[in-house]
């Protein structure tokens, strides 16, 4: 099983609104991610998970606040956002944070800012 | 910085005809070729991938072959099927302490049945 499951769907808020959207692995992979994607772009990476440590941080605003309370789940709590915050954010996990391990994604929140 | 180039940006194609799509990449210390399809509404699905002891690899319908002196690797879509048709990415991992991985900039490929 290669699933990688995110929630929610889809997701509207205003810019003065707080949320958090959901990533969850049970395939035993211990590096997850965390990229954006903007329409008929590719995949733009933000975060880097590796043993439940932030290891990369791609100098995403700190209204993006990425969080792995445990090795099968990963959470991005998102805070005065601004419209052109609006995209498509994808989680992606992959066995071991090496420069060969494939990265396996969900299939993304749709996230309107308002 | 890694930079990837990847042509053609759309690409139709006749239900049966095959579909090729090409990448180039800068840094030469690159050992993982991956192959994204993304369906519309859906995450990047890995189809098929190389790394850089290898220089071809065949999964039914899909080829991707590697050549590391000229630094590109193509995908190769034979049969084409309407479910083929999606957006594609080509992607590159560093070989640094930690795997980033920079994607191509994506094909539009349409298989008109």
């Known amino acids: 099983d290669t699933e990688v499951t995110q929630t929610p769907k889809h997701l509207v808020m205003g810019m003065t609104n707080k949320k958090s959207l959901k990533c969850e692995q049970h395939m035993g992979h211990r590096a997850m991610y965390w990229y954006k994607q903007k329409a008929k772009k590719p995949p733009e990476l933000m975060f880097v998970y590796s043993y439940e440590k932030l290891s990369i941080n791609e100098s995403v605003p700190s209204r993006f606040s990425p969080e792995c309370p445990n090795s099968s789940l990963l959470n991005l709590h998102l805070h005065a956002l601004q419209p052109e915050d609006s995209a498509l954010y994808l989680c992606?996990?992959?066995?071991?944070?090496?420069?060969?391990?494939?990265?396996?994604f969900g299939p993304g929140t749709r996230l309107t800012v308002l | 910085g890694e930079n990837v180039e990847q042509h053609p940006s759309t690409l139709s194609v006749q239900e049966g005809d095959s579909a090729v799509i090409k990448c180039t990449y800068s840094?030469?210390?690159?050992?993982?070729f991956p192959w994204y399809k993304q369906e519309l509404g859906k995450g990047p699905q890995l189809i098929i991938d190389?790394?850089?002891?290898?220089g071809e690899k065949k999964d039914q319908r899909i080829a991707v072959t590697l050549n590391k002196t000229a630094k590109h690797f193509s995908l190769h879509i034979t049969e084409t099927q309407p479910e083929d048709s999606a957006v594609y990415f080509c992607a590159v991992s560093n070989s640094g302490g930690y795997q980033k991985v920079t994607f191509g900039t994506g094909t539009k490929l349409q298989v008109i049945p």
């Open positions: 840094d030469s210390a690159s050992n993982y």
């Open positions: 190389i790394r850089s002891n290898v």
């Open positions: 992606a996990s992959s066995q071991v944070q090496t420069s060969t391990d494939t990265q396996y």
